[in-house]
């Protein structure tokens, strides 16, 4: 076995097992929705709130997170982090009322929020730059294989587990994941010993650039707006506004996920080549996001079956991932981590308000009409701002230049 196999076999395992989680419990609470309303008499607000308090406390750590990464190295940082986690997912399995689960909620984002930063970081450290595409691609598979676990598996599982002993089973897995990684080689370089006021002088420049201000809306909403809709609201529209079964309605969340690693693989290993034939990265992005929006509309018309349209909803947001390489591109490499934590604090701050706000709107719309046309009204609304920062994004492409 060579030197390269090795270092592969001890390195990428762990952090994609991490990312694999990290997904899996962004996305769980979609299934186990309608045992949390019903169980702890919750509203559609309440749950909006108890699930964005994962991507709340994920994006509100990304600042600090890429300022922890460049200082300490990804395995000491993702390591300590999934602790916080598992504490999170025991707390999750114990909790009785709202105000403890939206802690344990909380929690769980904060210490996964490390996952797909880190395993950056660490590949960067160790791996040639001609390699990086696919290692990023395997640990984006994991992040897909954690959306298909928190699917129909799940689904499964919550008659023999419950969705508690679902959560309990989470927390034994992130205290050994933990451990995995204390396993895996550490590298001091690309690690830098910047002062505070170094740091901060950088994010100060990162939040100054209209380059960077051109992804933040796009990625805030857009992307934004897909995880809020994928992690939580997904299920409740199928059942509510589609007429879906529960095992139907994750079935279709089975075949979005499905999709999704399917695109992801799809960046991977494609877009190398189709740049090369004048197709740059910055296009794919655009067209795919503009496909995302006209599949939302398909759905809120519903144009065609579920089980069409929602996996053509996840292939569609699988290429939002290029974002992050074509804004860092526009930076220093030295700032590499920190321009991409501070995109993915957009678009995580951006989740955690449309997932609340989605709940909270349907609970005010519904108080007058049914619950699936305020779903549908919700959803519209919410369109219409992705479709304004969608041509945002569009629009001041020649003030600024970003590599392909």
């Not at 640990?139 to 023999?160: Q, Y």
């Not at 591109?329 to 995580?348: I, Q, Y």
């Not at 005010?364 to 049914?370: D, N």
Request: net charge positive; glycine share 10%; charged share 10%.
């Amino acid at each position: 076995m060579n030197h390269s196999l090795r270092l592969w076999l001890r390195l990428v395992p762990a952090y994609a097992v991490g990312y694999f989680l990290s997904y899996g419990l962004r996305s769980v609470n979609a299934v186990i929705a309608p045992e949390l309303m019903r169980e702890l008499d919750m509203t559609a607000a309440g749950l909006g709130l108890l699930t964005s308090a994962y991507f709340l406390a994920f994006g509100l750590f990304q600042l600090p997170l890429g300022l922890l990464l460049d200082r300490f190295g990804p395995r000491r940082v993702e390591a300590g982090l999934l602790l916080v986690a598992a504490a999170g997912c025991a707390l999750f399995g114990l909790g009785t009322s709202l105000p403890t689960l939206a802690l344990a909620r909380a929690l769980i984002g904060l210490g996964v929020s490390a996952c797909l930063m880190a395993s950056f970081k660490a590949f960067s450290q160790w791996f040639p730059a001609e390699r990086l595409p696919s290692l990023t691609a395997t640990i984006m598979v994991a992040g897909g294989l954690g959306a298909l676990t928190a699917s129909v598996p799940v689904a499964a599982a919550l008659p023999l587990l419950g969705w508690r002993g679902v959560f309990f089973l989470c927390a034994a897995l992130l205290v050994l994941t933990s451990g995995f990684l204390l396993t895996v080689p550490d590298h001091a370089a690309g690690t830098q010993r910047e002062s505070l006021a170094q740091q901060l002088r950088s994010l100060r420049t990162i939040f100054s650039d209209r380059t960077f201000w051109r992804f933040a809306p796009q990625g805030c909403l857009v992307s934004g707006g897909f995880m809020a809709i994928q992690g939580l609201w997904a299920m409740p529209w199928l059942m509510e506004v589609n007429g879906a079964t529960r095992n139907d309605a994750a079935g279709v969340l089975f075949l979005l996920a499905l999709a999704m690693l399917a695109g992801f693989l799809f960046v991977a290993t494609c877009s190398g080549w189709l740049a090369r034939r004048g197709i740059a990265p910055m296009t794919l992005l655009g067209v795919g996001m503009g496909l995302a929006l006209l599949t939302e509309l398909a759905i809120i018309l519903n144009l065609a079956p579920p089980a069409w349209l929602w996996p053509l909803l996840g292939v569609s947001f699988s290429l939002s991932n290029i974002a992050y390489s074509q804004l860092s591109a526009a930076f220093p490499v030295a700032l590499a981590g920190r321009v991409n934590t501070a995109l993915n604090l957009a678009v995580f701050v951006g989740a955690f308000g449309l997932q609340w706000g989605i709940g909270a709107a349907v609970d005010g719309i519904a108080a007058g009409m049914s619950r699936a046309d305020a779903f549908r009204i919700t959803f519209a609304v919410l369109l219409l701002v992705q479709a304004l920062a969608f041509a945002w994004f569009l629009l001041p492409a020649k003030r600024v230049h970003v590599a392909a």
